[in-house]
């Protein structure tokens, strides 16, 4: 499944061939440093911005969202990597990275594994990515789609390592995420397609034993 590919970046702190070298438990400490790192830093800039306390909320859009909106937009995330991977396979081009295969073989805890890329990674990521870059964008319309282009690109940046092709996919998934966090005003909805498209990928390349 294409959704593999997005699964590798679960650190966005740590290369990802330093990644494939570390036991799993470090992945989740990048993770949750990587959380509160942007925390502190939303700590320190928030009462110069005149960002108050009872503004947390929209701050990072922390709203509860609609059930219906997190079973939409995932099942549109699915649908795409579904057509990603058909495109890839009509093309003979490798669905998923070899990087995925090295992460998931010389993980030391593939139980932790599962905790680094299936919940820290998606918190931490769309914290930054679909909370505290998109909250700079909020207004008009056209404002909120640069902002989620923007963050789609800085999202797909990350992943330079990849062929061009995984970028291009990479980003189109980063559009679909924000496009969820604006139209629900939740970050929890990027949040949950976020950890539900890592979680699939995992389990199509460790459940499934699916191989390079």
Not at 2 to 25: D, K, R
Not at 82 to 97: D, M, Q, R, Y
């Amino acid at each position: 499944m294409i959704g593999a590919a997005f699964m590798a970046q679960a650190v966005p702190t740590l290369p990802m061939a330093l990644l494939g070298l570390l036991p799993a438990w470090i992945s989740v400490a990048a993770c949750i440093s990587s959380l509160l790192s942007i925390a502190a830093a939303c700590a320190a800039v928030a009462p110069r911005a005149g960002v108050a306390a009872a503004d947390w909320i929209d701050y990072f859009a922390l709203r509860r969202p609609a059930w219906r909106s997190i079973l939409l937009w995932s099942l549109l995330l699915f649908a795409f990597n579904f057509l990603a991977g058909w495109i890839f396979e009509l093309f003979h081009l490798p669905v998923t990275p070899d990087a995925v295969f090295e992460i998931v073989n010389s993980a030391a805890s593939l139980p932790l594994l599962y905790i680094a890329v299936c919940i820290a990674a998606p918190i931490s990521e769309e914290v930054l990515f679909r909370g505290l870059l998109l909250f700079s964008f909020e207004g008009r319309r056209r404002r909120q789609a640069a902002g989620v282009v923007i963050s789609g690109a800085l999202f797909a940046s990350l992943h330079l390592q990849y062929e061009w092709y995984y970028l291009i996919v990479l980003f189109i998934v980063g559009l679909l995420l924000g496009a969820a966090r604006m139209q629900s005003r939740s970050i929890w909805t990027s949040v949950a397609m976020h950890a539900l498209n890592n979680a699939w990928a995992m389990f199509s390349v460790t459940g499934l034993g699916a191989g390079p």
